[in-house]
C-alpha cells in the first residue's frame, strides 16, 4: 500500500544532542513538507522540498536542518540550536496537481528529557 | 497580518445545529484552498477541497471568495463525531496551516 511512514512515533532528546526524524513516501510525490504543532496551535512550515536534492526555509527553520537525497525520503535533524524542541512533527507529502491533496504521517512526538 | 486567519474558538454547540467556519488568506497569489479536519494528536485528514463555484459534500459546504480572499465551511446538521479541530489550508509555493478553530458537539 502506498503512503508516507514517520518513524519513530515517540523520541526523546537529550540537552545538547542532534536527533533526526525520518520521513519516508513511496507515492512517487515530489513535494515533501514538515510541520510543528505545539498543544493547542495550528501547524507550523519547517522545511519543503520540491524536488530533489533542493529545499526551501518555511516559517520556523531556525534550529533546524533537511536534506533531500532521494525522491523518497525527507528526514529532519533537530539541532542543539532549536532550544525548545518538545513538540509534535509532522511530515507529508503532495503530488503535482494544482488541487491535489496533502498526504500526512502519523507524526513524531518529540521530548526533551 | 497572519498569512491564514481563523476564527480563534472553541466552538461549542449543540447537536443538530449548524456551524459555521470563517477564514480570511493575505496572499492573493495563493492557488489552492482546502479544509482538514485534525482529531486530538492524530494527523490532519482532507475533508474538503475548496472551490470559487463552491462545492458540498453531504453535510459540508465549502465556498471561497478570492475577492475577499475568504474562505468558509458550513456543517449542517451536526453530529457529535464532527467534534475536532478544523484547519484552513492555503497553497501557494508552499502550504499554510490557519491556527485551526476546535469544534465541541453537545450532545
Known amino acids: 500500500d502506498g503512503g508516507i511512514t514517520q518513524s519513530p512515533k515517540y523520541l526523546f532528546r537529550k540537552e545538547g544532542q542532534n536527533v533526526t526524524l525520518s520521513c519516508e513516501q513511496n507515492?512517487?510525490?515530489?513535494?515533501m513538507y514538515w510541520y510543528r504543532q505545539d498543544p493547542g496551535q495550528g501547524l507550523r512550515l519547517i522545511y519543503y522540498?520540491?524536488?530533489?536534492?533542493?529545499?526551501q526555509k518555511g516559517d520556523i527553520a531556525e534550529g533546524y536542518s533537511v536534506s533531500r537525497e532521494k525522491k523518497e525520503s525527507f528526514p529532519l535533524t533537530v539541532t542543539s540550536a532549536q532550544k525548545n524542541p518538545t513538540a509534535f512533527y509532522l511530515c507529508?507529502?503532495?503530488?503535482?496537481?494544482?488541487?491535489?491533496?496533502?498526504?500526512f504521517g502519523s507524526g513524531t512526538q518529540l521530548s526533551v528529557l | 497580518r497572519k498569512e491564514v486567519e481563523q476564527d480563534p474558538g472553541p466552538f461549542n454547540v449543540p447537536e443538530g445545529a449548524t456551524v459555521a467556519f470563517n477564514c480570511t488568506y493575505s496572499?492573493?497569489?495563493?492557488?489552492?484552498f482546502f479544509w482538514y479536519r485534525q482529531d486530538c494528536r492524530k494527523e490532519p485528514k482532507l475533508l474538503m477541497s475548496?472551490?470559487?463555484s463552491g462545492n458540498e459534500d453531504g453535510r459540508f459546504t465549502a465556498q471561497l471568495n478570492r475577492a475577499s480572499q475568504y474562505i468558509s465551511l458550513l456543517i449542517r446538521d451536526s453530529k457529535l463525531s464532527d467534534s475536532a479541530t478544523y484547519l484552513c489550508?492555503?497553497?501557494?509555493?508552499?502550504?499554510?496551516f490557519g491556527k485551526g478553530t476546535r469544534l465541541h458537539i453537545l450532545p
Open positions: 507529508a507529502s503532495r503530488g503535482r496537481l494544482v488541487n491535489e491533496k496533502l498526504f
Open positions: 507515492l512517487n510525490h515530489d513535494a
Open positions: 522540498s520540491q524536488i530533489v536534492n533542493d529545499f
Open positions: 496572499n492573493s497569489a495563493s492557488q489552492s
Open positions: 475548496v472551490y470559487s
Open positions: 489550508v492555503v497553497r501557494r509555493d508552499k502550504i499554510i
